[in-house]
Structure formats: C-alpha cells, structure tokens
C-alpha cells in the first residue's frame, strides 16, 4: 500500500466532496470559492513570529516571515512569495480588474497582488488567513 503524502497527491483529481473533506467551511470557500474573509478576523494577521505561511489546503510553503508586513488592511500581507509557490490571473470581479494569486500546486485562491507594496519589490500581496498555515521556524539547536 502506497502513503500519500501532499506530494504524492494528484490535487488535479480531487472532487469537490474530498475539497470539502480537508478543509473546514471558511477554508473551502476562500480556497476553492475565491471567497474573502472579513478584514480583521485572521489570527495570523498578528502573527510576528519566524516562520513560514504555507497554503491551508495542499502545505505548499508560500511565504517567508521575512516578506511579511504590517499593511493595515486587515489581512496577511507579503512583498514577496517563496520561488515559484504562487501564480497569478486576472480576476475582473465586483466591476474592476485585480490581480488574483492562488497556489501554484493545488491552485487554491489565495487573494490579490498589488502595486502598493513596500521595497524592495513594491508589491502587496493580500492574503486571506483562512488560507494559510503558519509553520514557525524551529528553535536553534546550538
């Protein structure tokens, strides 16, 4: 018998009742829904420890700490994602065109990009909690 493992799993093939299986309620519909969160209502809007944000939905590690700022819209923000984690399209919802960023392995939404971000790279990426996991670094050995 073969154990699956997040890498392992062809998350193509997924129905929507095994969606619905892995995530809780607020997970579904911001990942595989492209819902948004209310503003405010992450924990891990405050969350300042070393670590990495990883998608809720496949473990895919998407953000570094390091990039994480304090953007005052209420939800996660990032300058930066991890190499190749994140793709983009364009989302031409509620009468306007944004940016939407989702997970590169499961395709999960994650929320928007925009140009209104700090230095080095000038971006925000806005990111609903409900997606993300926060994984913190492990203690040093030494």
């Known amino acids: 018998m073969t154990t699956m493992t ?3 799993i062809d998350w193509s093939k997924l129905t929507d009742a095994d969606w ?3 995530l809780t309620a607020e997970q579904y519909d911001v990942l595989r829904k492209h819902g948004t969160e209310r503003a405010g209502t992450s924990p891990l809007n405050h969350e300042k420890r070393k670590g990495t944000f990883a ?4 473990d895919l590690p998407l953000f570094s700490s390091d990039t994480k700022f304090e953007s005052g819209t209420g939800w996660p923000s990032f300058y930066q994602p991890l190499p190749s984690a994140v793709g ?3 989302d031409r919802s509620f009468f306007m065109t944004r940016t939407e960023v989702h997970c590169s392995r499961c395709l999960g939404h994650l929320g928007h990009v925009f140009d209104d971000g ?9 990111m609903n909690g409900a997606a993300l ?10």
């Open 6 to 8: 997040t890498d392992t």
């Open 133 to 142: 996991k926060f994984e913190p670094q492990a203690p040093d050995q030494t």
């Open 55 to 58: 998608c809720a939905a496949c």
């Open 118 to 126: 700090p230095q080095p790279t000038g971006l925000r990426y806005c």
């Open 88 to 90: 983009t399209t364009s």
């Open 20 to 22: 619905r299986k892995r």
